[in-house]
């Protein structure tokens, strides 16, 4: 696929329909969390992630969701964006069992994989720990790589492999021929481009971590384990949104909690902004910042 983008909407028009009922968990990446709706799922079920629960995704809550003959598809996003958290390996499991248990279709959105901090907290691919698990994955997160513009998903289900092909012809037939030699240079060289990646990561995520113990009365945070992205939230009076604009003065930018978000209005609680921390020139920015 051109990105991940288009893989995320291929997938919800293949599966959704208008008797059916999704499931996808707030706040979150739009195209994740609206995809459903968007593709036209009957209806959709938003569960929210709690920061005081470490974002974490409570299976008694999916099951309690989950609608019995009319609930298809399941949409996760781990590592999760944008906090930067990853559930266990035990929520992985219960959640498949879930799933298995009532015929579900579950896609994880898997970008941020392989940017695990600590890389034996690195879950099974959910294409590879479930049988009718989908796995959106794109180069230009792990690999840094946006300008190729490739992504794909991988699956076991290969009637769904025909049926997403046959949907795809009605977006974007193909990638262009040059993204996809690019792309095959750039897995050519994984291993070094990983290791290159993950090494700013950590860095840079050292140095989060010190201005947040510097600044820990202006500032709150649950500190990530996975990707180059975490969730903040500004204990000051200005909302994120009057943050970002009053940082945008100073050349430095960040994602408010509305991109994440569908809702008019943003309680306090949950008004965190977005930081990315994957790039080499991160520190000059955070000490702009400070």
């Known amino acids: 696929f051109p990105g991940a983008q288009v893989a ?28 459903p709706a968007m593709a036209g799922a009957g209806s959709v079920t938003k569960i929210p992630l ?30 999760y964006n944008p906090a930067g958290t990853l559930m266990s390996a035990d929520t992985q499991n219960r959640l498949i069992t879930s799933a298995r248990d009532n015929n579900l279709y579950v896609l994880c959105d898997e970008v ?22 989908l ?25 769904l492999l025909d049926r997403l ?22 897995l050519k060289e ?7 990646n993950l090494n700013i990561i950590r860095h840079n995520k050292a140095l989060l971590e010190r ?14 384990t996975a990707g180059a992205i975490c969730a903040i939230r500004f204990k000051g009076t200005m909302t994120s949104s009057e943050l970002g604009d009053a940082l945008a003065t100073a050349g430095i930018g960040m994602k408010p909690a509305y991109c994440f978000s569908d809702k008019e209005s943003i309680e306090k609680e949950l008004d965190y902004f977005r930081v990315g ?14």
Not at 135 to 159: F, H, M, N, R, Y
Not at 277 to 290: N, Q, S, V, Y
Request: charged share 20%.
């Open 8 to 35: 995320l909407q291929t997938a919800a028009r293949t599966i959704c329909h208008e008797n059916m009922h999704a499931i996808s968990f707030t706040p979150g990446y739009q195209s994740v969390v609206n995809g």
């Open 190 to 196: 994984s291993d070094r481009i990983l290791e290159r």
């Open 277 to 290: 921390f994957g790039e080499a020139k991160m520190p000059k920015t955070l000490d702009a910042f400070r």
């Open 211 to 224: 201005f947040m113990a510097d600044y820990e009365e202006f500032f709150h945070w649950v500190p990530p």
């Open 50 to 79: 709690d920061p005081s629960n470490d974002w974490k995704i409570e299976v008694d809550q999916v099951q309690q969701a989950i609608q019995p003959s009319k609930t298809t598809y399941l949409v996760l996003n781990e590592p």
């Open 165 to 186: 092909s046959d949907h795809q012809y009605f977006g974007t037939a193909c990638p262009s021929r040059a993204s996809e030699l690019l792309a095959i240079m750039c």
């Open 135 to 159: 796995s959106v994955v794109t180069l230009s997160k792990p690999w840094g790589a946006c300008g190729i513009t490739i992504g794909w998903i991988a699956t076991q289900d290969t009637e």
């Open 112 to 133: 941020y994989r392989w940017l695990e901090h600590d890389p034996s907290l690195r879950l099974p691919a959910m294409c590879d720990a479930y049988e009718k698990g």
